[in-house]
């Protein structure tokens, strides 16, 4: 009767992950084509939009060289997916913020000199001062679709390259 309950044992090798909540589906199906099983998944204390995952897989699993290496393959090429979706933002949102930087210096320029009892060069100043509060959205906006439109072929191949992997993978789980 030992013997019996000692065959039916598995040994489990676990792993945990943390990605981007937008980036958990993929995650979770990518991992279950290399053998993984999802065990648990938990939001960490920051809230900073990133989720953490564990996983565990037969530790006895076949072609288990090939798959780790195609799991690493796997998880550079999500990371590199975060990492243009990131870069989506990054420009834009730099340039609104300069923009509106410079729109507030000229708004201080405008209250001092209407302290100063500067009429003339308060509204002066005050016109960039508005502009630079109001352009910032449309520039942001602007800057952020070419970004899109320039980095969605290149999300959409690497996309593909995970398909791709996942389907050597799974052939081989």
Do not use: H
């Not at 489990?12 to 990605?19: F, H, N, Q, R, S």
């Not at 288990?64 to 990371?79: C, F, P, W, Y």
């Not at 990131?86 to 209407?114: D, E, Q, R």
């Amino acid at each position: 009767m030992m013997e019996e309950r000692n065959k039916d044992f598995i040994g489990y090798e676990y792993k945990e992950a943390t990605v981007n909540r937008s980036l958990e589906a993929l995650f979770v199906d990518s991992y279950a084509s290399m053998g993984w099983q999802l065990v648990e998944t938990t939001m960490p204390m920051q809230g900073n939009g990133k989720i953490s995952m564990r996983f565990k897989r037969d530790r006895k699993i076949r072609n288990k060289s090939e798959l780790t290496r195609l799991q690493r393959q796997l998880d550079g090429l999500i990371t590199e997916i975060d990492r243009l979706e990131f870069s989506k933002n990054t420009k834009a949102a730099g340039t609104a913020y300069v923009l509106g930087l410079i729109g507030t210096a000229f708004m201080a320029g405008s209250v001092f000199a209407y302290i100063a009892g500067l009429l003339v060069p308060s509204i002066i100043l005050a016109i960039p001062g508005f502009l630079g509060w109001i352009i910032p959205y449309w520039v942001y906006r602007k800057i952020r679709q070419e970004k899109v439109n320039e980095l969605n072929p290149l999300i959409e191949q690497r996309y593909d390259e995970v398909y791709s992997t996942c389907e050597q993978a799974s052939a081989l789980v």
